[in-house]
């Protein structure tokens, strides 16, 4: 490669991921937000068994009891949240909604912790503070005026399971299954896919699995910034030898090197342990050929060897492998090679090693599910764990890293828009109501709706809706037609500000604070990647005396809505194990619930599928033909490339903690193109120029114009930018079918110079 030209803000990042660069970010994090005095204490307490639950990251813990104080990025998600900062009336009375809004995202959550409840007020287009009760009442008048179908209710998945269940409670008693959740923009093709192939839509591997393991094939996560407590589970893999196998069409520093800063021998030495074994730069979208043609050069080394396959397995508990062997057969090695990028060796290579290892566990994250195929993706990585028996199995299974810190425990406890027959009796017999039985909207869904007008009122309970969803110049003018929109938050942010005609901001406790009711100090429960259920108690006095608890809120605005309610709101609220109780009663798994979470590390819920017991109609494990390759149909052209949007390892989904992705090399900005050399060459472009990029899809003109773009080592014809900056080129109805998650990771794009 020849000598690049000065980039401002880019460099290269020589060194390993973690190690001392990760020690020296945590310090920065707590002196910039927290009292240095406070800190140490708060971040010890982090997944200790009397501790919080950490709001980073779903990765379990060995017995709940992490070093925590070295996970950089759980320290950023508590010094966030536990920041001295304060955004408090006076100041939303000197600025208006319309100025604020000029403001980035990063500057509006910068501003601190909500310390009030606020109102907006039209006539001075500022928020201003509001009593609780007040509040509460307005709103529960206004929901009486309109029809439950109107109502949208968001969840993001950081509530805890009490909030949760108490949430889809009350929005089923007032009549909707209108439940939008960020799983739906997340890991829904894991929700619809692992229950049609293995009967449950949850992965089935533990942490002890990961001690017993021959083989990790990990595809499309990037756990050095998204999951960092798993760095330390890789890192003694690695060490162990056992082949880690990534594809992922970025090089993520992370998955090469790590530096594990409670090594102490690495550190002390500024040594690193090499992660992956092998790197596939598979292209975007083309991890169902990659996968294909792992499955099409087993079933061949089965034909040459025999006893390649685990026939038993196959026989006893499967169904559909002929199907799937005709499918195989049929598809080429030149398509194979066409759209995922790979060689047919290196396929191969991969197919060998997985015939020789005795368990074998695939993990994956956004790269597998974000795409128009995901639900396909998911199912297509079950049939390759099937043909060699890895499900139900010590060391192998299948392992889906979750998002949010409780957003699989949200949907446990009943936040979801198509609940089962045997749920919604469930609460009939419990409480005495009706749920509605209709399917409800999830989150694409529930846009479109606010968009066509028939959605009147969105609640959300956390989160960034608008800014999390595609197609941001749609969605963002479309919130404000709203007859009524409720936030429940800890910071300010742009969803916040795109007001309707009446908007409430509630500020609640974050997951570090004590949570005081009537009936004494509270603790949560919330359920990690794992199926672990643990409880979580915050230690920390509240950011503001006028907090409530999530649970609290959503107790307020549903007695205020439902003045006949058959459910003792107050009572609930009072004393949490009484939330409990009735999860206890109405939920599987749950039994002594209470008792059972008072035992240090929680317990795990049920998983029949690890005891190869498939919860399928047909009660067998389901193998799945996925036809051809890949789901092109909306991209033309040769120059289309597709556009991936990522993280960086300073954000926390829509929030940014500060402008550095260090592991990629860029420092102070984001508004920056990942390219491959060859793509920048054919279109004449080089490293540092600035470009405009315009999405190619049948009656889409979405733009983004003015990034600039930054040569790296991405699979050709793939593209990178970061969410939610890019969100405005993802058209909203460009989703998988089948879950109806929209495809950040596939947008086909055209890259102009910048005019
Ligand atoms: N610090 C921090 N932690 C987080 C979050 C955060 O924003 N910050 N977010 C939380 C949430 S809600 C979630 S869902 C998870 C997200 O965690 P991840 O799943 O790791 O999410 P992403 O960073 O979006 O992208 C994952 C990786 O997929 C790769 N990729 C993109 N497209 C493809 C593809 O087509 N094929 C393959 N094989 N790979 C592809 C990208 O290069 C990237 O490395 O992390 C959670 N934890
Ligand atoms: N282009 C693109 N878009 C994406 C993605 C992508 O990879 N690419 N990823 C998608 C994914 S995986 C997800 S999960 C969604 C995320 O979508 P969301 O979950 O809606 O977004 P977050 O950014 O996590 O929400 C941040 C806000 O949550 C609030 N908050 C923080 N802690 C708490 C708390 O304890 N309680 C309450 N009530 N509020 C709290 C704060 O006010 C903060 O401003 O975005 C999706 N959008
Ligand atoms: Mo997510």
Redesign the pocket.
């Known amino acids: 490669m020849a000598k690049q030209k000065k980039v401002p803000g880019v460099r290269k990042y020589g060194g390993p991921a973690g190690g001392w660069g990760a020690l020296k970010a945590t310090a920065t994090a707590v002196r910039e937000q927290m009292d240095t005095v406070k800190a140490p204490l708060t971040l010890l307490r982090t997944n200790q068994p009397d501790g919080f639950d950490c709001p980073?990251?779903?990765w379990p813990d060995k017995e709940h009891r992490s070093t925590f104080q070295f996970c950089e990025?759980g320290a950023?998600?508590v010094t966030w949240e536990a920041t001295t900062k304060r955004v408090r009336p006076d100041f939303f009375t000197a600025h208006t909604v319309s100025s604020l809004l000029e403001r980035s995202d990063y500057e509006l959550e910068g501003l601190g912790r909500l310390t009030h409840p606020m109102v907006y007020d039209r006539d001075t287009d500022t928020f201003r503070a509001v009593e609780w009760e007040e509040a509460f009442s307005r709103i529960g008048a206004l929901l009486r005026q309109l029809s439950p179908e109107q109502v949208e209710f968001y969840t993001s998945?950081r509530a805890s399971n009490e909030a949760a269940y108490l949430y889809q409670l009350f929005a089923r008693e007032y009549g909707s299954n209108n439940f939008p959740d960020?799983s739906n923009m997340?890991?829904e093709p894991t929700s619809v896919g692992l229950p049609r192939s293995i009967g449950i839509g949850k992965g089935t591997v533990s942490l002890e699995d990961f001690d017993k393991c021959e083989m990790i094939i990990a595809?499309?996560?990037?756990?050095g910034?998204?999951?960092?407590r798993m760095m330390g589970t890789l890192h003694e893999a690695s060490r162990r030898k056992v082949p880690i196998m990534v594809?992922?069409?970025?090089r993520?520093r992370a998955l090469e090197r790590f530096a594990d800063p409670q090594d102490m021998v690495e550190m002390a030495t500024y040594r690193s342990t090499p992660i992956a074994s092998s790197y596939f730069q598979?292209?975007?979208?083309?991890?169902a050929a990659a996968i294909k043609g792992i499955m099409k050069a087993l079933l061949e080394l089965e034909a040459r060897h025999g006893d390649i396959l685990d026939h038993a397995f196959i026989t006893e508990h499967t169904n559909g492998f002929e199907a799937l062997a005709v499918d195989l057969a049929a598809t080429e090695w030149s398509d194979i090679e066409a759209v995922s990028g790979l060689g047919r060796t290196d396929l191969e290579m991969v197919a060998a090693a997985y015939a020789r290892s005795n368990a074998t566990i695939v993990s994956y994250?956004?790269?597998?599910t974000?795409?128009n195929q995901g639900t396909a993706n998911v199912r297509l990585i079950c049939d390759l764990l099937m043909l060699r028996g890895n499900i139900g199995k010590p060391g192998a299974g299948i392992c889906p890293?979750?998002?949010?810190s409780n957003?699989q425990g949200n949907r446990t406890v009943g936040i979801t828009e198509k609940p089962t027959t045997e749920f919604l009796e469930r609460l009939e017999d419990t409480f005495g109501f009706k749920p509605p039985t209709r399917q409800g909207h999830d989150a694409v869904k529930a846009m479109q709706a606010i968009i066509d007008g028939t959605a009147k009122a969105l609640i959300c309970l956390g989160g960034n809706f608008a800014v999390a969803l595609p197609d941001s110049e749609q969605c963002f003018p479309a919130v404000g037609k709203l007859d009524l929109s409720v936030h429940v938050g800890t910071k300010l942010n742009r969803s916040h500000l795109l007001v309707a005609r009446e908007t409430y901001v509630f500020p609640c406790l974050g997951r570090t604070e004590k949570d005081m009711q009537e009936g004494g100090p509270q603790s949560v429960t919330v359920e990690d990647s794992m199926s672990m259920v643990h409880a979580s108690a915050g230690k920390l006095d509240p950011a503001s005396p006028h907090l409530k608890s999530e649970p609290a809120i959503v107790a307020g605005m549903a007695k205020a809505a439902l003045p006949k309610s058959r459910v003792p709101w107050s009572e609930l609220v009072a004393d949490y194990d009484r939330i409990r109780e009735l999860i206890d009663k109405t939920i599987p798994g749950f039994e002594d619930f209470n008792q059972r979470i008072r035992v240090p590390g929680g317990f795990r819920l049920p998983l029949p599928a690890t005891e190869r017991v498939w919860n399928t109609p047909s009660g067998k494990a389901e193998f799945h033909v996925f036809e051809g390759l890949h789901e092109d149909r909306h991209v033309h052209g040769e120059d289309v490339l597709r556009l991936?949007?990522?993280?960086s390892?300073d954000?926390?989904?829509t929030?940014i903690y500060a402008m550095d992705d260090r592991y990629r090399g860029v420092f102070g900005r984001r508004d920056v193109l990942f390219m491959n050399e060859a793509d920048l060459a054919a279109r004449g472009l080089e490293h540092g120029d600035r470009v405009d990029l315009e999405t190619v899809m049948d009656g889409e003109a979405l733009r983004y114009d003015d990034l600039t773009a930054v040569e790296y080592a991405i699979a050709p014809g793939?593209v990178?930018a970061y969410?939610p900056e890019a969100n405005r080129l993802v058209p909203l109805d460009h989703i998988d079918p089948d879950s109806g998650t929209p495809s950040?990771?596939?947008v086909p794009v055209r890259v102009l110079p910048h005019r």
């Open positions: 980073g990251c779903a990025n950023k998600a998945g960020c997340c890991h595809i499309g996560h990037n756990p910034t998204n999951h960092p594809f992922n069409p970025l993520e598979v292209r975007a979208g083309g991890d994250g956004m790269g597998i974000q795409h890293l979750r998002g949010h957003v991936i949007t990522i993280r390892h954000q926390y989904n929030t793939s990178a969410y950040y990771k596939s």
